[in-house]
């Protein structure tokens, strides 16, 4: 762990409660959306029909995301939904990709990062729903096919927030507990670069692409 480690917890009292916040994540976090909007800005400066490589970049991502976002989702809905999209994806990977550099951690890393996102996914994926069903068309979703599977159609739709937060936030800290072993057992000599790369860079990538995936099919099975 980081210097940044020792900071550990923020706690607050509130209306007779204590709020902790983990300092480490909230930094990190920070730091994440610090360079997403230096390349923003950087990507978007200067545009031309000749990009910089930075202008390379950010479109590449927008096309692929954007097309992504067409397939699963129809055109109106796919206009509305593809900035989310594009900016979730961004996030995720750069959050992941974060651990590769010394001192400084994933901010997926810890479970309330997940988790928040898988939430936010959730409610947006709900109040499509909702726009372009209509509620009571919505509602009575969850009645079908009989009306006492309700119960278990809402466990169903809670468990999605559980799943795809626990996928994200386990194979990142999963990757990480394996590299501080076999670091600990090779003393930081040979495998531990290699094992960083391939789990910041390859595992990081798939994990941030598989979560934005299931996002935008969420979002797609409430509004059809």
Known sequence: ???????????VPFFGHNMTFNIEPIIMTWIVMTILIL??????????????????VGELFVAQLYGLADDALDKE???KYAPLICALFMFLVLSNWLGI????????????????????????????????????KYIS???????FMMPLNLIGELAKVVSIAFRLFGNIMGGSIIIL??????????????????????????????????????????VK
């Open 1 to 11: 762990m980081g210097d940044l480690g020792r900071l550990h917890q923020l706690i």
């Open 39 to 56: 390349f923003g800005f950087l990507a978007s400066r200067k545009k031309s029909l000749l990009p910089g490589p930075l202008q390379v």
């Open 77 to 79: 809905l796919s206009k």
């Open 101 to 136: 550099i010394p001192h400084l951690e994933e901010p997926t890393k810890d479970l309330n990062t997940p988790l928040s996102l898988g939430l936010m996914g959730f409610v947006i994926a709900h109040v499509a729903g909702i726009r372009v069903k209509g509620l009571k």
């Open 141 to 147: 979703a969850y009645f079908e096919p009989m009306f």
């Open 181 to 222: 072993v076999v670091s600990y057992l090779t003393y930081s000599v040979i495998l531990p670069p290699f094992l960083n790369a391939f789990f910041g860079l390859f595992v990081g990538t798939i994990q941030a692409f598989v979560f934005t995936m299931l996002t935008v099919v969420y979002i797609s099975v409430q």
